[in-house]
Structures are given as C-alpha cells and as structure tokens.
C-alpha cells in the first residue's frame, strides 16, 4: 500500500545558478541602457532600463521563493512552503499586468504624438538589449516548464525581449522611412499579447491559492473510480484540490457495504489515488451504514 503522506520536495537548487546568471546580465543591461539614454538624450532608453530592471526584480523574488520553497514543514506551516512559488508567481503576473496596462496607454497616447527617435544609438542598445534577453529565456525557459513561479519570470523576460524587437523594428523604420507610427501600434500589439498571456497564468495560479480542483484528475472521474472499489457503498464530503502545482490532496467520507474488511477497503482506494491518479496524500474517513453522515453533499460540507 503506498504510503498516505509522501511529500513532494521543491525543485532542487540546480536551476539556481541559472536564475543567478539571468539577474546577473539584466542588472548588467540596465546599467548599459541608462548610461546610453543618458548619452543620447534619450528618456525613453532611460525609461526602458527601468522596465528592464523590473525583469532582474521578476527573477530575484522567483530565486527567493525557490529557495524558500524548500524549506521542511515545521509548527508555523504544517503542509511546507511550497505554495510561496504560488505567491512568487501572483507578485509577477500583476506587475505583468500592470505593465502591459501601462504600455497599452502609453502606445494610445503615442498613436497621436509620435516620439523622435534620438538615433542609431538607441537601435544599437535596443539590439543588445534583445541579445541579453535571449540568454535570459536561454537560462530560464526550461525552469519554466516546470514551475508557474519560473514561467512568470520567463514571460517577464519575453515581453521585454518583444519591446526590444519593438524598439529595433520601429526605429529602424523611423530613421529609414520616418514612419513613426509603427513604435506606438507595436506597442499596442505587444501589450495586447503581454495581456493575454499573463491572464492566462493568472488564473491557474488564483485557482490553486483558493483550493481549486486541479484540471486532471477529473473530480467525477475519481468518484467514480473510488465508488466502483469492492466494499464501497457510497461517498460523500469529497474534497480535491491542489496543495502545489504538482502535487494533489483529496479526502472524502467513504460508507461501507459491510462485504469487505474496513482495512482491506482503504488500502485499495490509497493504492487507486496514488497508481492511477497519483493523489500521494489522501484522508479517507471509513463510515458504516448507520453511522454515516445524514444529508451529507457529495462534494463539499
């Protein structure tokens, strides 16, 4: 039988280096920017190093919740600190949002009093501001994969790396052709898709810090299987919800049929949790017929 309280550790430390090396290079890139807005007059340069500075802050408070993370459980937080990549994650969506929000007025405003480029030197930065960010995404896409937390950072990164591409395209143009229209209807579309995406990692990680039922295993799929277990007579009071991003918890209140031993009914409805829907932490509470709870939802209190 597996046991009922495996825990799941926080990603191991060796990603660490990685995320050290991409703050590294952003604080470098934004000392470069403000230095050349400065020599180019350039406020909007200035203002970008700013934006990029908030990328290496993006990236300290994913580390700083990396490393919280791991810590055990203890009196003060019995279930660990895993769900602080959670909060980590929430912090880098609205700034996110935030920002994107700002970009949309900013670009509205410019639609109708387009900016003057100060030159091939913003272009020049701007392309190593691009550079810079491709070995953040370098050093950070695949923590992302694993972790909503790092997938914030890394979308931090990438809406900078689309102003930069912005910013390339659109002076190049302007200094070319004098269309200064395209840097604010680029920004408009950038900050569009920045908008989406963060929405789209907002609401996994609300989802999880209210408990939400995660998208798989399905709730009825799993009632289902537990009700179809020998001995099982019916269920009631079913929690499912998500104690981290990758790790599941359900309890529920199980009436028994009186046919099979209690013990030999819990064991297979653990074994079926944690083999077919690897749910590692599981509470059931074993009821007899005429003790079970009265009028008692199926899901819920």
């Given amino acids: ?39 180019a007059g350039s406020l909007a340069m200035i203002a970008d190093a700013i934006h990029n500075l908030s990328d290496a802050l993006s990236l300290i408070i994913a580390l700083a919740a990396r490393k919280l993370a791991r810590r055990p459980a203890d009196e003060a937080m019995t279930f660990g600190y895993g769900r602080i990549e959670v909060v980590a ?67 931090h990164n990438l809406a900078d790396a689309m102003g930069s591409l912005a910013l390339i395209l659109g002076g190049t143009l302007v200094l070319l052709f004098d269309w200064r229209l395209i840097d604010p209807i680029l920004t408009l579309v950038i900050a569009g898709y920045i908008l989406w995406l963060a929405g789209l990692g907002l609401v996994p990680a609300v989802r999880l810090l209210m408990l939400g039922s995660p998208d798989t295993p399905r709730l009825q799929k799993v009632i289902g299987d537990m009700r179809a277990v020998p001995g099982v007579a019916d269920l009631h009071q079913v929690h499912l919800w998500q104690m981290q991003e990758h790790a599941s918890s359900l309890e529920a209140h199980v009436v028994l049929d009186s046919t099979r031993p209690a013990s030999q009914v819990r064991a297979d409805l653990k074994t079926l949790l944690h083999d077919r829907f690897a749910i590692t932490h599981s509470t059931i509470e074993l009821e007899n017929p005429d003790e079970a709870c009265r009028n008692a939802p199926l899901i819920g209190r």
Avoid: C, K
């Avoid at 799941?8 to 403000?34: C, K, M, W, Y």
């Avoid at 880098?92 to 639609?111: D, H, K, S």
């Fill in 1 to 39: 039988m597996p046991h009922d309280h495996d825990h799941r550790h926080a990603q191991p430390p060796e990603g660490d280096r990685r995320v050290v090396a991409a703050v590294s290079v952003n604080i470098f890139l934004t000392v470069v920017q403000i230095l050349a807005g400065v020599a």
């Fill in 89 to 155: 994650a929430l912090v880098n969506y609205t700034t996110l949002i935030v920002i994107a929000l700002w970009l949309l007025a900013e670009g509205f405003l410019r639609l109708f009093d387009p900016l003057e480029v100060q030159g091939w030197i913003v272009v020049i930065v701007a392309i190593l501001a691009l550079v810079v960010d491709l070995v953040t995404a370098f050093l950070t896409f695949r923590l992302s994969r694993q972790s909503m937390n790092m997938r914030a950072a890394f979308l």
